[in-house]
């Protein structure tokens, strides 16, 4: 039998670690065969016994306001006016200044072995549709290499600004996917959420909101998310970012949230770089992490995801894209390293967030479009705890990057 490609000596995510070496049969920008022996002819690369993964799902990223730090700082002296000084560059963001700067960082996901993005855009009164324009040119553009999906939302408020509520509107009319929002930011945060889930239903599009950041968690939005999820019949289609305030909760209150978030079909997308940098600022020592405990979460049957957030932006001034960064730093922060709980954590960046966008296999079966990436790695759990590096990544059977394997130059 023959093939486009035949991916040969290949270690498969979504097999046990002691399964033989397999080869994936490609046809068409599909798999159409995995096997071990597989007896094909055509093209085909040698994975070398590394580990091969379905492509990188990142979630919950902000293309349009990375790579700002020329112009808007962090604060000093760990300040909190992260809001503010990105508030303030805004105005001046061109169609063109968001397009350079979202595809530069794009890039780096790309060939860090992202396939599939979700990027949030604002738009809010004081950039408008700009940052729409440009991120709808941009996934055009890089069509051949990820899937780049829009969520619209206001960051800085939504109760009685008309026109941001007007320019939502636009952004689903012109097709965007998902809706989102800051309800911390609104002076009426249960409405803003209240007309989230009114539009979602209208335009038949995903939620994903930022929510419940902070230190505490004496106030908690998520019940509100849960409970319209439910409501409407939305379960599997909606998502909350950061959700710092479960961090402090103790063990007993996690688990019920877990079940409630397992029972409506509510996804937490935990953003550690950024909760890091930012919460506990009101701690001068002893600080907090801040930084939900995803597994704690899926233990109790939630769906779960690790996400960039921000890169080189006053609210994360550190950041190149790699999601396996991430998920090598969650686990180190969470202290969860057993072979159990890391090969989850792999998952928070592959097959859960593959929930989150519908898929429904887990990435690497038969019928399956052939995004995949070979990692310097032999398995899921050995690739989180050594921040593996990605060797090639693949989209719809074409190769889109590719790493040179590290040698030493012995003398």
């Given at each position: 039998?023959?093939?486009?490609?035949?991916?040969?000596?290949?270690?498969?995510?979504?097999?046990?670690?002691?399964?033989?070496?397999?080869?994936?049969?490609?046809?068409?920008?599909?798999?159409?065969?995995?096997?071990?022996?597989?007896?094909?002819?055509?093209?085909?690369?040698?994975?070398?016994?590394?580990?091969?993964?379905?492509?990188?799902?990142?979630?919950?990223?902000?293309?349009?306001?990375?790579?700002?730090?020329?112009?808007?700082?962090?604060?000093?002296n760990r300040g909190t006016d992260h809001m503010k000084r990105v508030s303030a560059v805004k105005p001046g963001f061109t169609v063109q200044?968001?397009?350079?700067?979202?595809?530069?960082?794009?890039?780096?996901?790309?060939?860090?072995?992202?396939?599939?993005?979700?990027?949030?855009?604002?738009?809010?009164?004081?950039?408008?549709?700009?940052?729409?324009?440009?991120?709808e040119q941009l996934a055009k553009d890089y069509a051949w290499g990820i899937d780049l999906e829009l969520c619209v939302f206001l960051q800085?408020?939504?109760?009685?600004?008309?026109?941001?509520?007007?320019?939502?509107?636009?952004?689903?009319?012109?097709?965007?996917?998902?809706?989102?929002?800051?309800?911390?930011?609104?002076?009426?945060?249960?409405?803003?959420?209240?007309?989230?889930?009114?539009?979602?239903?209208?335009?038949?599009?995903?939620?994903?909101?930022?929510?419940?950041?902070?230190?505490?968690?004496?106030?908690?939005?998520?019940?509100?998310?849960?409970?319209?999820?439910?409501?409407?019949?939305?379960?599997?289609?909606?998502?909350?970012?950061?959700?710092?305030?479960?961090?402090?909760?103790?063990?007993?209150?996690?688990?019920?949230?877990?079940?409630?978030?397992?029972?409506?079909?509510?996804?937490?997308?935990?953003?550690?770089?950024?909760?890091?940098?930012?919460?506990?600022?009101?701690?001068?020592?002893?600080?907090?992490?801040?930084?939900?405990?995803?597994?704690?979460?899926?233990?109790?049957?939630?769906?779960?995801?690790?996400?960039?957030?921000?890169?080189?932006?006053?609210f994360t001034p550190f950041g190149d894209g790699s999601l396996m960064r991430i998920a090598n730093m969650y686990a180190n922060v969470l202290?969860?390293?057993?072979?159990?709980?890391?090969?989850?954590?792999?998952?928070?960046?592959?097959?859960?967030?593959?929930?989150?966008?519908?898929?429904?296999?887990?990435?690497?079966?038969?019928?399956?479009?052939?995004?995949?990436?070979?990692?310097?790695?032999?398995?899921?759990?050995?690739?989180?705890?050594?921040?593996?590096?990605?060797?090639?990544?693949?989209?719809?059977?074409?190769?889109?990057?590719?790493?040179?394997?590290?040698?030493?130059?012995?003398?």
């Amino acid at each position: 039998m023959a093939f486009d490609l035949v991916v040969r000596n290949a270690r498969l995510a979504n097999l046990p670690k002691d399964a033989p070496e397999q080869e994936i049969g490609i046809e068409d920008g599909r798999i159409a065969a995995v096997g071990a022996g597989l007896a094909a002819e055509g093209e085909s690369i040698d994975a070398g016994g590394g580990l091969v993964s379905p492509g990188l799902i990142e979630t919950h990223i902000h293309l349009d306001k990375s790579r700002i730090l020329d112009r808007s700082e962090p604060s000093p002296n760990r300040g909190t006016d992260h809001m503010k000084r990105v508030s303030a560059v805004k105005p001046g963001f061109t169609v063109q200044d968001v397009y350079e700067r979202a595809k530069a960082s794009l890039e780096t996901s790309l060939v860090a072995g992202v396939t599939h993005m979700r990027t949030h855009v604002e738009l809010d009164p004081n950039v408008g549709m700009k940052s729409f324009d440009a991120l709808e040119q941009l996934a055009k553009d890089y069509a051949w290499g990820i899937d780049l999906e829009l969520c619209v939302f206001l960051q800085e408020g939504w109760t009685g600004v008309p026109d941001g509520d007007k320019n939502l509107v636009e952004g689903l009319e012109r097709g965007a996917p998902a809706i989102g929002g800051a309800p911390a930011y609104d002076e009426n945060p249960a409405a803003q959420i209240d007309r989230i889930f009114e539009l979602a239903k209208e335009y038949d599009v995903d939620v994903d909101i930022h929510l419940d950041v902070g230190g505490n968690h004496d106030e908690l939005s998520i019940y509100q998310v849960c409970e319209l999820t439910d409501k409407i019949g939305w379960g599997g289609r909606v998502a909350v970012g950061h959700g710092s305030k479960y961090s402090t909760m103790p063990p007993d209150k996690l688990a019920d949230l877990g079940k409630l978030l397992a029972d409506t079909g509510v996804t937490v997308t935990v953003l550690p770089a950024t909760d890091l940098f930012t919460v506990g600022r009101h701690q001068d020592h002893s600080v907090m992490r801040g930084v939900a405990d995803a597994n704690a979460l899926v233990n109790c049957g939630a769906n779960c995801c690790l996400s960039t957030n921000k890169i080189l932006n006053p609210f994360t001034p550190f950041g190149d894209g790699s999601l396996m960064r991430i998920a090598n730093m969650y686990a180190n922060v969470l202290q969860r390293g057993t072979a159990d709980e890391l090969m989850d954590t792999f998952a928070m960046i592959t097959t859960m967030p593959g929930k989150l966008i519908g898929r429904k296999t887990d990435g690497l079966s038969v019928g399956d479009k052939a995004d995949f990436v070979i990692w310097n790695a032999t398995a899921p759990d050995e690739a989180v705890a050594i921040n593996a590096q990605p060797l090639a990544g693949y989209k719809g059977g074409r190769r889109v990057f590719s790493w040179e394997k590290p040698e030493l130059n012995r003398p």
